[in-house]
T-cell receptor, first 114, second 111 residues
Framework: GEKVEQHQSTLSVREGDSAVINCTYT??????FPWYKQEAGKSLHFVID?????DRKQSQRLTVLLDKKAKRFSLHITATQPEDSAIYFC?????????????FGQGTSLSVVP | EAAVTQSPRNKVTVTGGNVTLSCRQT?????MYWYRQDTGHGLRLIHY???????QIGDVPDGYKATRTTQEDFFLLLELASPSQTSLYFC??????????FGKGTRLTVV
């Protein structure tokens, strides 16, 4: 079945620097790739997504890049701020199946230090 | 604002006990999901549903049953709870292949 891997369990950056979180997926039929943020003690909320018909999407300080050949996608956060500190989850959804199943990675805990 | 409400928020039960976790969404979404979150594993999909009466098996279904009674309500049943099912459980809803909205989670402890 589909697997999504986040190989960085933790990431620490200095405030103002950029952060990059990488994910890989296994199923070539995957076509929808969202990212979610979980702040300490809270639930997950959506931050940005990308569909397989594009290879880049930007929303303010967030950019998602998609490399379909390598089956890899990444979240780039520029000008990091302390409030960016959280666990970030990537996910992938298979578009070709009758039902949409969203599979998550293991999460990357981002710490933005002053 | 999309709303997904889980109850209870916290639950302690004994090994072998019977537990039902409830989830209600007021988003008119077709999809509803049950995930469990454990350190080192991220979110793992237990069961999901595409509408009332529909049930799809997720990636870690053993020991869990689910039922979607209405468009709004999705239940997760643990009929013989085990300590390995101690976890943080999230319910979520979404339209087809679009943003997923999560509830606040239910922390279940099996002693």
């Amino acid at each position: 079945g589909e697997k999504v891997e986040q190989h960085q369990s933790t990431l620490s950056v200095r405030e103002g620097d950029s952060a990059v979180i990488n994910c890989t997926y296994t199923d070539t039929a995957s076509s929808y790739f969202p990212w979610y943020k979980q702040e300490a003690g809270k639930s997950l909320h959506f931050v940005i997504d990308i569909r397989s018909n594009v290879d880049r999407k930007q929303s303010q300080r967030l950019t998602v890049l998609l490399d379909k050949k390598a089956k890899r996608f990444s979240l780039h956060i520029t000008a990091t701020q302390p409030e960016d500190s959280a666990i970030y989850f990537c996910a992938a959804s298979i578009a070709s199946s009758s039902f949409s199943k969203l599979v998550f990675g293991q999460g990357t805990s981002l710490s933005v230090v002053p | 604002e999309a709303a997904v409400t889980q109850s209870p928020r916290n639950k302690v039960t004994v090994t072998g006990g019977n537990v039902t976790l409830s989830c209600r969404q007021t988003n008119s979404h077709n999809y509803m999901y049950w995930y469990r979150q454990d350190t080192g594993h991220g979110l793992r999909l237990i069961h999901y549903s595409y509408g009332a009466g529909n049930l799809q098996i997720g990636d870690v279904p053993d020991g869990y049953k689910a039922t979607r009674t209405t468009q709004e309500d999705f239940f997760l049943l643990l009929e013989l709870a085990s300590p390995s099912q101690t976890s943080l459980y999230f319910c979520a809803s979404s339209p087809h292949r679009a943003e997923v909205f999560f509830g606040k989670g239910t922390r279940l402890t099996v002693v």
